[in-house]
Nanobody, 122 residues
Framework: QIRLVESGGGLVQAGGSLRLSCAASGRTFDRYTMAWFRQASGKERELVGTINWTEGYTSYADSVKGRFTISRDTVTNAMYLQLNSLQPEDTAVYYC???????????????WGQGTQVTVSS
């Protein structure tokens, strides 16, 4: 069983930056794809991006491409999401997730963190 715990959310002004962390424990992650999702109030959960745990390949949603960066540390089993040039529309609860392959569908992922709130003021 994989346990995921996010941290690093907060309130930031438009144009600012935040770094979210996801601490992973439990089973090994060599065959997993890790992902960041977000869910704004009243909206469905949407994929932000993914990272292949072994090779480090990343993919991003068009809405965050060039502004957000996903990375991971295979020694400490941590994943990160660097959020730059934040805009009010980025306001959401951000979740990390683990699954057998990269997918835009939340139901693909078998483990989820509790989420961390990111609020961007204009």
């Amino acid at each position: 069983q994989i346990r995921l715990v996010e941290s690093g959310g907060g309130l930031v002004q438009a144009g600012g930056s935040l770094r979210l962390s996801c601490a992973a424990s439990g089973r090994t992650f060599d065959r997993y794809t890790m992902a960041w999702f977000r869910q704004a109030s009243g909206k469905e959960r949407e994929l932000v991006g993914t990272i292949n745990w072994t090779e480090g390949y990343t993919s991003y949603a068009d809405s965050v491409k060039g502004r957000f960066t996903i990375s991971r540390d295979t020694v400490t089993n941590a994943m990160y999401l660097q959020l730059n040039s934040l805009q009010p529309e980025d306001t959401a609860v951000y979740y990390c997730a683990a699954g057998p392959y990269a997918s835009i569908q939340a139901k693909t992922y078998v483990a989820w963190g509790q989420g961390t709130q990111v609020t961007v003021s204009s």
